[in-house]
């Protein structure tokens, strides 16, 4: 039984390798062209599956890391001291004039 479940796996493996090699744009494919992709995929299952996932297959655009505001960057108002101040003596009512 175990086996069965373990070639069903690779089978599933393969043609989703395979599926995947035949519905990526031929633009989008590395290092090597589209159709020789497929013939790996095709004679060599279960390796060339693996080779195609690692090397051939298009990768997925990366985020960049989200910055922190260095010393000439702009701060958020909650960040600059001499707002916080300016905003506490106004909502204190020490500031009358609009």
């Known amino acids: 039984m175990a086996g069965v479940l373990?070639?069903?796996a690779l089978l599933a493996f393969w043609l989703f390798s395979l599926f995947d090699v035949v519905t990526t744009p031929e633009d989008e494919v590395r290092n090597v062209p589209k159709t020789l992709?497929?013939?790996v995929v095709v004679l060599i299952p279960l390796v060339g599956g693996l080779i195609w996932?690692?090397?051939g297959r298009p990768r997925a655009e990366r985020?960049?890391?989200p910055v922190s505001p260095g010393p000439?960057?702009?701060k958020g108002?909650?960040?600059d001291p001499d707002?916080?101040?300016d905003l506490d003596?106004?909502?204190r009512g020490g500031d009358e004039q609009h």
């Open 77 to 79: 108002p909650d960040d």
């Open 89 to 91: 003596r106004r909502m």
């Open 6 to 8: 373990i070639g069903l």
């Open 53 to 55: 996932m690692a090397r």
């Open 72 to 74: 000439g960057m702009p």
């Open 37 to 39: 992709w497929i013939m």
């Open 63 to 65: 985020q960049a890391w």
């Open 83 to 85: 707002f916080l101040r």
